[in-house]
């Protein structure tokens, strides 16, 4: 008898998981639902540790059923580095991210033609750069990024002003991650790198290039596309 009813148990898990409710504590309630978008096509996501999916071709996908309080989310693809989150899962409640992944090689395209109208593009970005102030920040569709001292602010839409990064040594550049306001390309020391710019006790730092002092400017014309300019050497990588 016992068999039959841990049998008929787990049969009753199952019905109720598959139709998107689960256990908090003594009650069943309609699991929240986490939204992913725009994330690079076939890539793998983990709740908890757990495999749970992955997304469409699109960069698109839902997984329901999950459990009130604390999760944890990991996006990855082979070519990319992970996108790692903590996120707050409510009942009967979706929650939507889109995650940061870079890819793991970025292949760098050199300017070295000063006639070239790409480099002279690029030349002019770089001569018109001001760091951004508090007064005079970079806006992105409601959010705000700025420098004060060796520190990176934002404020995202409808949100409180925070810090995402902090430098030993002077930032040179802080620009938006292409068309995104919610992730910042950062130019500081040798490298020139994206970090998500939620607010959040885990970021995500993810390398784009590493060399002597570079610096990074977007190219206006093209959204997924940076100048980097190191050691007197212009070139471009799509992000």
């Given at each position: 008898?016992?068999?039959?009813?841990?049998?008929?148990?787990?049969?009753?898990?199952?019905?109720?998981h598959q139709s998107g409710y689960?256990?908090?504590?003594?009650?069943?309630?309609?699991?929240?639902?986490?939204?992913?978008?725009?994330?690079?096509?076939?890539?793998?996501?983990?709740?908890?540790?757990?495999?749970?999916?992955?997304?469409?071709?699109?960069?698109?996908?839902?997984?329901?059923?999950?459990?009130?309080?604390?999760?944890?989310?990991?996006?990855?693809?082979?070519?990319?580095?992970?996108?790692?989150?903590?996120?707050?899962?409510?009942?009967?409640?979706?929650?939507?991210?889109?995650?940061?992944?870079?890819?793991?090689?970025?292949?760098?395209?050199?300017?070295?033609?000063?006639?070239?109208?790409?480099?002279?593009?690029?030349?002019?970005?770089?001569?018109?750069?001001?760091?951004?102030?508090?007064?005079?920040?970079?806006?992105?569709?409601?959010?705000?990024?700025?420098?004060?001292?060796?520190?990176?602010?934002?404020?995202?839409?409808?949100?409180?002003?925070?810090?995402?990064?902090?430098?030993?040594?002077?930032?040179?550049?802080?620009?938006?991650?292409?068309?995104?306001?919610?992730?910042?390309?950062?130019?500081?020391?040798?490298?020139?790198?994206?970090?998500?710019?939620?607010?959040?006790?885990?970021?995500?730092?993810?390398?784009?290039?590493?060399?002597?002092?570079?610096?990074?400017?977007?190219?206006?014309?093209?959204?997924?596309?940076?100048?980097?300019?190191?050691?007197?050497?212009?070139?471009?990588?799509?992000?």
């Open positions: 008898m016992s068999g039959i009813a841990i049998a008929a148990f787990i049969l009753l898990f199952g019905i109720i689960v256990f908090s504590g003594i009650y069943i309630v309609k699991g929240g639902t986490l939204a992913i978008e725009g994330a690079r096509p076939q890539s793998d996501v983990f709740i908890d540790t757990h495999r749970v999916g992955t997304v469409g071709a699109n960069g698109s996908g839902k997984f329901n059923a999950l459990r009130p309080g604390k999760r944890n989310v990991i996006v990855a693809s082979p070519n990319s580095w992970p996108w790692i989150f903590d996120f707050e899962a409510s009942a009967a409640t979706t929650i939507t991210f889109r995650p940061l992944q870079v890819l793991k090689v970025i292949e760098n395209t050199p300017l070295a033609d000063t006639e070239d109208p790409i480099r002279a593009r690029a030349e002019v970005e770089f001569k018109s750069y001001r760091e951004p102030i508090r007064i005079q920040a970079l806006k992105n569709e409601g959010a705000l990024i700025w420098v004060e001292g060796n520190t990176v602010f934002a404020q995202l839409v409808a949100g409180d002003v925070h810090s995402i990064f902090s430098s030993t040594k002077p930032i040179r550049n802080v620009l938006w991650y292409g068309n995104r306001n919610d992730a910042v390309i950062i130019a500081a020391q040798d490298s020139v790198f994206a970090i998500d710019a939620y607010e959040s006790d885990v970021r995500n730092f993810q390398p784009i290039y590493q060399g002597e002092a570079p610096e990074a400017v977007a190219d206006p014309l093209q959204p997924d596309r940076i100048f980097i300019r190191d050691k007197g050497n212009y070139f471009y990588v799509n992000i």
